[in-house]
């Protein structure tokens, strides 16, 4: 685990970890070639890791969307939320699952001017739209989603996913997450 996994609290040391901590964390490093620093950042309060770990799989892995859709949505919030980590390491799975080296950066950027469909970009409008002013979310938003072909399930998946990177955006700022530098190039091959 990177000691610069982020800046304002120490990273615990591995061997100091629950069992069950250093499990998840060998089975991502096994999956993705290393440790991603969110997961040695977040160890800091195991039962906080357990928890975020637990929804975010939940969310991920149980979701209607696509996980192109899922990462696309990270984005955006992230890139409106000016959150370095989830920029850079899921701007890396978005260009992954979109088999897309250019998508990313158009999503951080503007997401408005990102080259997706028009469903795709009211997607992302109503997921910004949550993120930046969820008390003016109402059910033409939600009404519009449904025209544009996404089932009530999506519809509940996107504001899900989308209320959950806010908390991850807002946690990763503040403790200073830092990215690994192999998620600035992954997925950027074509």
């Known amino acids: 685990m990177n000691d610069d996994a982020m800046t304002r609290f120490p990273v615990p040391d591995y061997d100091d970890l629950p069992d069950d901590l250093r499990e998840r964390i060998d089975a991502e490093t096994e999956r993705a070639g290393f440790t991603p620093n969110v997961f040695a950042a977040l160890a800091y309060a195991p039962d906080q890791f357990r928890a975020f770990v637990d929804f975010h799989d939940a969310l991920v892995d149980g979701t209607s969307l696509d996980r192109e859709a899922v990462e696309m949505i990270v984005v955006a919030v992230s890139g409106v939320n000016h959150c370095y980590y ?35 970009l009211l997607m992302l409008d109503v997921a910004v739209k949550l993120t930046e002013r969820p008390w003016e979310v109402t059910q033409a938003d939600l009404d519009r989603l449904a025209e544009a072909g996404f089932s009530e399930r999506e519809i509940w998946d996107i504001g899900a996913i989308t209320a959950f990177f806010n908390l991850s955006n807002r946690l990763a700022s503040f403790a200073d997450m830092r990215p690994n530098a192999e998620f600035h190039t992954l997925g950027r091959e074509t």
């Open 86 to 120: 989830c920029n850079v390491a899921h701007g890396a799975l978005v260009r992954i699952y979109a088999d897309d080296p250019l998508l990313a950066d158009q999503l951080v950027a503007n997401y408005r001017t990102a080259d997706v469909s028009d469903e795709r």
